[in-house]
């Protein structure tokens, strides 16, 4: 089994270690007849045998053109492959559950088009894609993002049928992909800010720190938040408003690992987590991350979102 792996990975360049661009030679396409392909020859033998039996030059010329024009086609399709550049792209970070898109970069350095090509991962869905003649286009290759972590898609199965059907070309590039995948977020009401746990007594005002505007309120947000006066203006049927403060750092809100189910297994407890922060950046307020081997100061915005979503995608993990 280990020389058959040593073999396929040499025939079929399956070793990740790609010079870039990628660029498709004779080595690297592979062609054999499609069942359409394996019919077209039948009709043709079996057409041959009768001009043979019957002595019909006319039926001699058209199996001959016949075959001519499959000839053709064989090459047209390879070509339709070769001498097309690789280049990966950067895949942006998804969700456990969603889709993930690796964008990969193709150049067409011929004067005709590259027509009907289908690129797909093992065991994902395919995407077709036709590259106009000396131009440049980029494909986005989707895949299945199961798990969190570092997703590693593995090799690119590029395809062609391209233009009759009877000959399928593909070719198997491992360009260098990755992306990083967070834990699927599981939504439950945040847990109470740091004033709340240090049983501190911030006044309605906020002290020295500067009202930031309205939220919806949360189930641990104190009734001292609560802006009755906003409220007492707004239809009974509205969810209750508290008042934001920005400029201290008392009411920071931290998303520590013990604040979690104890009695769920990991990945439970990191999507937890996952929803606290998705939560917390909905709502613009400041807060941090506690993970038993990481810890993230309170912040805001785009980048403490990723920040935090990055350790809890890649937590236990080497």
């Not at 746990?197 to 309605?204: D, K, L, Q």
């Not at 007492?232 to 934001?244: E, F, Y």
Request: charged residues 20%.
């Amino acid at each position: 089994m280990r020389l058959l792996r040593l073999f396929q990975r040499w025939l079929f360049r399956l070793a990740p270690d790609e010079k870039l661009p990628i660029v498709l030679g004779q080595r690297r396409i592979f062609i054999v007849p499609t069942r359409a392909g394996a019919l077209f020859a039948a009709v043709l033998t079996v057409m041959l045998i009768g001009a043979i039996n019957y002595n019909l030059s006319l039926g001699h010329a058209l199996i001959f053109l016949l075959a001519g024009v499959g000839l053709a086609a064989m090459v047209q399709t390879f070509h339709n492959l070769f001498g097309l550049r690789l280049l990966p792209g950067r895949a942006e970070a998804v969700f456990a559950g969603d889709i993930a898109r690796f964008p990969l970069q193709l150049e067409n350095t011929r004067r005709q088009s590259r027509r009907a090509l289908e690129f797909s991962f093992q065991n994902q869905p395919s995407v077709s894609l036709d590259i106009p003649p000396a131009t440049q286009a980029t494909v986005a290759i989707p895949y299945a993002a199961q798990r969190r972590g570092l997703l590693d898609p593995g090799r690119v199965t590029l395809i062609t049928r391209y233009p009759l059907g009877l000959f399928r070309a593909w070719s198997y590039p491992y360009p260098v992909f990755a992306c990083l995948v967070y834990p699927q977020p599981i939504r439950t009401p945040l847990p109470g800010s740091a004033s709340q746990a240090a049983g501190g007594n911030r006044s309605e005002h906020g002290g020295q720190d500067d009202f930031a505007g309205l939220r919806p309120r949360q189930d641990s947000d104190p009734t001292r938040h609560i802006a009755w006066k906003t409220v007492a203006r707004r239809p009974d049927d509205l969810p209750l408003l508290v008042k934001q403060f920005a400029g201290g750092g008392a009411d920071d809100l931290w998303l520590d690992w013990s604040q979690t189910p104890a009695d769920r297994d990991d990945e439970y407890r990191l999507s937890v987590l996952a929803g606290w922060v998705v939560a917390a950046d909905e709502q613009r307020v400041r807060y941090g991350l506690g993970l038993p081997t990481q810890r993230i100061a309170p912040a805001q915005g785009e980048a403490q979102r990723a920040a935090c979503l990055h350790a809890l995608a890649l937590y236990g993990t080497p």
